[in-house]
Nanobody
Framework: QVQLVESGGGLVQAGGSLRLSCTAS????????MGWFRQAPGKEREFVAS????????SYGDSVKERFTISRDTAKNTLYLQMNSLKPEDTALYYC?????????????????WGQGTQVTVSS
């Protein structure tokens, strides 16, 4: 089992920045990578970014490229998402998740453990 706790969400004006954190506990050696997803009301869960845990290779969804940066601190078992130039359309509940296997993808079904989410609201 892996437990994930997100933090750092909040209300910010358009153009502002937020930094999300996700701390993992439990069987933290058992996953090869992690990802951030988001879900707005009435919409499907959307891939935001992913990172391999050992090598730090990253991937981003098209809507957040050049604005968001995913990183991790392996010593602290913590995942981060730096979000800059935020837009109202970034408003959503943001989740972190651990990859199910060794291939890190953008599909929610390939992630097995999920946090409870942290709300990000961007006002115009």
């Amino acid at each position: 089992q892996v437990q994930l706790v997100e933090s750092g969400g909040g209300l910010v004006q358009a153009g502002g920045s937020l930094r999300l954190s996700c701390t993992a506990s439990g069987r933290t050696f058992s996953f090869s990578g992690m990802g951030w997803f988001r879900q707005a009301p009435g919409k499907e869960r959307e891939f935001v970014a992913s990172i391999t845990w050992s090598g730090g290779s990253t991937s981003y969804g098209d809507s957040v490229k050049e604005r968001f940066t995913i990183s991790r601190d392996t010593a602290k078992n913590t995942l981060y998402l730096q979000m800059n130039s935020l837009k109202p359309e970034d408003t959503a509940l943001y989740y972190c998740a651990t990859a199910r296997g060794t291939t890190i993808t953008k599909y929610p079904f390939s992630y097995n453990y999920w946090g409870q989410g942290t709300q990000v609201t961007v006002s115009s």
